[in-house]
């Protein structure tokens, strides 16, 4: 394996047909599907990889694979570019949305009923 080929998240083998399709970081699509999908190209995805904002899994072939995660991380980018935004600051403003996103779900599963602050809701 090649320093482009570093496998990205492994999935569980004990994991099910049907558990694959409800999880969000299952990567199930190929580069073609994915960029089919997002109505965008191939060479956009790896601009994504490149950026270091995704890093999709490898097949045994070599091939990418995304899951539906990364491939929300993507459209996000992609509405942002075609916007006017450089990719460059597109993926730093993704990151840093996803970032914020997780920080209030982890906000609402550590508050305790009776909590002083409740977690601030529409930011």
């Known amino acids: 394996m090649t320093p482009d080929e570093t496998p990205g998240p492994l999935v569980p083998e004990s ?4 558990e694959r399709f409800d999880d969000d970081d299952y990567p199930a699509y190929t580069m073609g599907r994915a960029a089919e999908m997002l109505d965008t190209s191939a060479g956009f995805l790896r601009s994504l990889g490149e950026a270091k904002l995704i890093e999709p899994q490898r097949s045994t072939g ?8 990364q491939l ?5 980018v992609r509405e942002l570019v075609d916007e006017g935004t450089g990719l460059d600051a597109a993926c730093r403003i993704v990151t ?18 009776g909590d002083p602050y409740p977690p601030l809701r529409g930011v």
Do not use: F, I, M, V
Not at 15 to 18: G, L, N, R, S
Not at 72 to 76: G, N
């Open 96 to 113: 840093l949305e996803d970032q914020l996103k997780e920080a209030q779900n982890a906000n609402r599963t550590q508050r305790k009923p």
């Open 62 to 69: 070599g091939h990418r694979r995304y899951s539906r995660y």
């Open 15 to 18: 994991q099910t047909t049907a």
């Open 72 to 76: 929300r991380l993507a459209a996000r």
